[in-house]
């Protein structure tokens, strides 16, 4: 584990079952492919990635999507994009060190975020992830502290179809 608590990306964080939860880092290495020079190491909580966007294939949307902090060989940086790769997971918890990295010292607190709450994700875009919680209702998750991927921790449902994330 790394400082702070959290899994480096690739080592594992708990037994393999389909409610195992893993950081969103580790589901880039295990869904995406991804390997460790794709993602930043500079700052206290590593591994970092990027924030960006991307064409659908049909070039009439935009996108978010994830993006390696360094540039792959040729002239792309690897993309994930958001909705499909959380798509994948039925929830995801924030943990309060992605919004003190992010937005300063003090703004990990529970008046901010509903910090270590499982909450499931209703909707991808550019003005953040709108999220649900039975206990919190409706909330939204800025895009910046999704870039601390060792502080976002994703959860599958056991023996749930895929949804469907706009």
Known sequence: MAEGGVAEPGTGIAPEGPSAPVTLADSLVREAGWGPAQFGREGPNPPYLR??????????????????????????????????HLAKYDALMVDPIAFEECFGAGEGN??????????????VGFGGLELWGKRQGAVTLPLEPLTVASAIWLRRAPLQAPRNID
């Not at 966007?53 to 993309?79: I, M, N, Q």
């Not at 529970?110 to 909707?123: D, E, H, M, N, S």
Request: aromatic share 12%.
């Open 51 to 84: 924030i960006g966007g991307r064409l659908r294939l049909s070039l009439s949307a935009y996108e978010p999507c994830f993006a390696a902090v360094h540039r792959d060989r040729g002239l792309f940086r690897s993309k994930v994009g958001m909705a499909d």
């Open 110 to 123: 529970a008046t901010v975020f509903p910090f270590g709450a499982w909450l499931g994700v209703r909707r």
